[in-house]
């Protein structure tokens, strides 16, 4: 019999079975050197192949021409397609009068004599009845012949191997990528199903007649354990060299990633009708030293993205790596969208370049205004100090500079955030305004005007850096816009445009404050400024009323009890007489939803009518706002909260169909920001947040898988969250997600 085997021997039994038996002892000391036990187990296994008759090659199957005509089960074979996996591969026809319908039916070969060998060919039977999805064969049957062979009958596709169907109808090379996502789609699902298929390559993935993928043969398939690695294999496995991974010709457990490899392999091939590596009529030494040591070669033809998508998926070193075939997949259709892949380091310079490129029009004038406006800057400030023969001159020039930097600080980061991927480039803008503004800053002595518009630039930037995440940088610019505007008022208490500016600082900077304490004391300050505006008749009465009004609302926000309810009513009906002024202000719009939806939380569960009904006013406006602006995000994010309010009082009420559609529509918007921005804490946040409570809706109304499946998308955001920053917030809503998943009955599907 067999001797007992480790699962390193058996590898390296199947890598030496796939080459001439000439040349299968010099293989042997290769791959066993240093390894004397698994050598002598190799040996061991050999020769008792030897004895055998061949009984593990897989190029030895016999086409059994003899069976034609035979049935197995239901199924009449009618002629030898091929041999693969572990048996022969026939073409048949459902022949019990049942139905008509034509399968690819697989029998072990009657020569594969080996013990444990039947067991392992029901395995694959098991792996496949495991698997549905679209982009993979089916199982649809499965049985013993009368004379004791176990058979697999599956969905017959009628159709050329993937490459030979790009060459053969001409496709272009989008139409290459989308099929290539789609088979992406059928191995993500088999991996979700902890199973590797190990042999992906052209022969192996047909296009049906609707032009779909479909992913075949799973004889040589493993199943992972709960890490993420190789159990015992579930058929004595013969790769295919040319598309065999480093980790497995050298017989190391695998991985998922190995499939990513043979993916990276298979799209190189789609795209540029060549192999980047290519070991047929190597000697068995020399192939394996390719596959493992010598870089592949990328068609030089290919667009450089592709370039580094291709070269990422075929890293020697399974870490660096994409994790998964849907990571692969997502970064080709970043490319494919024209955004930036992971594959590249994320420069300045090539971040803008994807930009400019999938926004040719906006961004000619935002690349034209970034440009001059921080490279003419110090220019215009050298003649504004010096040039006094030509002071007049001097002074325009640096005023229409002056004004277009505050362009591309007010306006242009207005437009960028619209605009999808477009985070990192607003985070280098951002980075190159600090250098212009504290460039600026340092020559207002003895110029108000200048020091109060380099205030307003910190004031500004200190909101973008908010919202980009960046909250100690946030901090530093408010300090600094209020430091020059107390500079001002220093000189000149009368300054009334400076006061306005401290007093919106003030407030801007409470809004964001992290402690309660530490944002009422900066209101107070603000209100004081406001206290000093009134009635001077410096400023427009319209404009003293709105920063009163939204300081008003500031301080609502910091406020407990029931004075917090009376302080948001009355800031409500205030905004709502500013917004009958200006009836198509999306700020202002904005402006009153956000009160409706701090008196919902204000009324909370104690008033969950009155609550329900500022959550629906609420929707209401932030729709309107969403549908003005369909690509702003902050109106999309806003209209997120307010669907999931919705649903929670939905929930409430036991109207269970509304709730879904609720959690539905915000789900969506989340997951559309989350495409745009896969990078941003914040979208992925969001991301959590929505599919956490759409977890607890899916198991109380008894729908046990979905709230699994949802729990865990959710954990995987979390987790990548948790590597990147740690959050008191984000550790409880993984604790959560954590205690619902382990609340699932065991047998949940």
């Known amino acids: 019999m067999i001797p007992p085997l480790s699962k390193d021997a058996l590898d390296i039994v199947s890598i030496i079975l796939t080459h001439p038996r000439e040349s299968r002892p010099d293989l042997v000391l290769q791959l066993c050197a240093g390894r004397d036990d698994v050598k002598r187990q190799v040996e061991e296994l050999l020769a008792y192949e030897e004895q055998t008759g061949g009984f593990l090659e897989r190029d030895s199957l016999p086409p059994d021409s003899a069976r034609i005509g ?58 496949m009845a495991a698997l549905s999805h679209p982009n993979i064969a089916r199982l649809l049957d499965g049985g013993v012949t009368g004379d004791g062979i176990p058979y697999l009958a599956m969905e017959y596709i009628e159709g050329l191997p993937i490459h030979e169907h790009c060459r053969a109808n001409k496709l272009s090379l989008v139409e290459r990528a989308g099929l290539f996502r789609q088979l992406c789609d059928g191995v993500h699902y088999a991996h979700q199903h902890l199973v590797i298929h190990r042999d992906i390559k ?4 047909l296009v049906d007649s609707s032009g779909k993928p479909k992913l075949l043969d799973f004889g040589v398939a493993k199943v992972l354990e709960s890490g993420g690695r190789s159990t015992a294999p579930t058929a004595l496995h013969a790769m295919t060299l040319n598309y065999a991974s480093p980790e497995q010709v050298a017989g190391k457990p695998l991985t998922t ?14 795209l540029a009708d060549r192999r980047a590596i290519d070991v047929s009529g190597l000697a068995p030494g020399e192939a394996v030293r390719v596959i493992s040591e010598t870089p592949p070669v990328i068609s030089a033809s290919l667009p450089p993205d592709l370039q580094a998508v291709i070269e990422k998926a075929l890293a020697k070193d399974a870490s660096l790596r994409y994790s998964g075939p849907r990571e692969l997949s997502d970064d080709l259709q970043r490319y494919l969208d024209g955004l930036p892949v992971s594959a590249r380091p994320p420069s300045f310079t090539y971040l803008f370049s994807r930009f400019v490129a999938r926004h040719r029009i ?7 205004g970034f440009l001059l406006a921080f490279s003419g800057a110090g220019a215009a400030l050298w003649q504004w100090k010096k040039a006094e023969a030509n002071r007049g001159v001097a002074q325009r020039r640096f005023d229409e500079l002056r004004g277009l930097a505050r362009s591309v600080l007010f306006e242009f980061q207005n437009g960028l955030r619209n605009l999808a991927g477009s985070l990192e480039v607003r985070k280098t803008m951002a980075r190159r305004s600090v250098e212009y503004l504290d460039s600026l800053s340092r020559e207002v ?39 020059l505007l107390e500079g001002v008022l220093s000189s000149d208490a009368a300054n009334g445009e400076a006061r306005w500016e401290l007093s919106e600082v003030l407030t801007t900077h409470a809004l964001r404050f992290n402690t309660r304490e530490g944002a009422l004391s900066l209101l107070t300050a603000a209100q004081q400024h406001w206290t000093q505006l009134d009635g001077k008749g410096t400023l427009p009465a319209h404009r003293i009323k709105h920063g009163r009004v939204r ?113 539905d529509e915000a789900l969506s918007l989340r997951r559309a920001f989350h495409e745009k921005e896969p990078k941003s804490l914040d979208a992925r946040r969001d991301l959590v947040s929505v599919l956490m409570r759409q977890g607890i809706f899916f198991k109380r109304t008894g729908r046990m898988g979905e709230a699994r499946k949802t729990w865990l998308e959710a954990l995987r955001h979390g987790e990548s969250i948790g590597a990147e920053i740690k959050n008191k917030s984000d550790l409880h809503n993984r604790a959560v997600i954590r205690a619902g998943l382990a609340s699932l009955p065991k047998n949940a599907p």
């Open 70 to 127: 035979t049935r197995a089960g239901a199924w009449e074979l009618e002629s030898v397609i091929g041999a693969g996996g572990m048996g022969v591969v026939y073409r048949a026809r459902r022949a019990d009068g049942q139905y008509e319908m034509t399968a690819a039916v697989k029998l072990v070969s009657q020569s594969m004599g080996v013990p444990g060998f039947l067991q392992r060919f029901l395995s694959e039977r098991q792996i």
């Open 202 to 205: 052209p022969a192996n993935v």
């Open 257 to 270: 990633a190995s499939d990513v490899y043979s993916l990276g392999l298979l799209l190189h091939e789609l």
């Open 362 to 368: 906006p961004v000619a004038a935002i690349a034209a």
């Open 445 to 483: 002595a003895g110029d108000p005007g200048l020091a109060i518009e380099s205030a307003k630039g910190y004031h500004r930037l200190g909101q973008i850096q908010g919202d980009l995440g960046e909250r100690s940088e946030s901090e530093e610019s408010f300090a600094k816009s209020r430091l």
């Open 551 to 663: 300081t008003q609302f500031a301080y609502s926000l910091r406020q407990l009890g029931a004075a917090r309810i009376e302080e948001f009513q009355k800031t409500l009906e205030q905004y709502r007489s500013l917004l009958a002024s200006a009836p198509n202000d999306t700020e202002m719009i904005r402006n009153v939803a956000l009160c409706h939806k701090y008196l919902a939380g204000a009324y909370g569960k104690s008033y969950p009518e009155r609550s329900e009904f500022h959550t629906r006013e609420a929707l209401a406006l932030d729709r309107r706002r969403a549908a003005a602006s369909p690509g702003d995000a902050i109106a999309l994010r806003d209209l997120a909260i307010d669907l999931v309010q919705a649903a929670e009082h939905a929930g409430r009420r036991g109207a269970v169909r509304e709730e879904e559609a609720f959690f």
